[in-house]
């Protein structure tokens, strides 16, 4: 089991790192949405917006009922399943700073 440090933003401001128990590092577990909401009690999953750049990232947004942005980035650097991550999402974006500037327009 690995922990690794992880910075949440709640409410629009930072919120301090905790450790997280991280069991698999390829896949996003919810068990790690559900440690997040042990330290922060805010954290709801319907204002919540997972955004990544793989098709797991996606799936685990949807999985837990929250709004996805898949970050396209670079195409030839995209990983396998980047064309069902594209499908899946509820929005696209071509970089990270494009996707947060969308999810502000909405």
Known sequence: MHSRRFRFRCCSRPCESFPLQITNRQNLLPGLFEQAREAFPEIEVATSVMIGDSLS???FGQNLG???VFV???PTRQGPGAAE???LADLCAASLLAAVEALLEN
Do not use: E, F, L
């Open 85 to 87: 991550a594209v499908a």
């Open 57 to 59: 990232d996606i799936r």
């Open 66 to 68: 929250m709004r996805t």
């Open 72 to 74: 396209q980035g670079d």
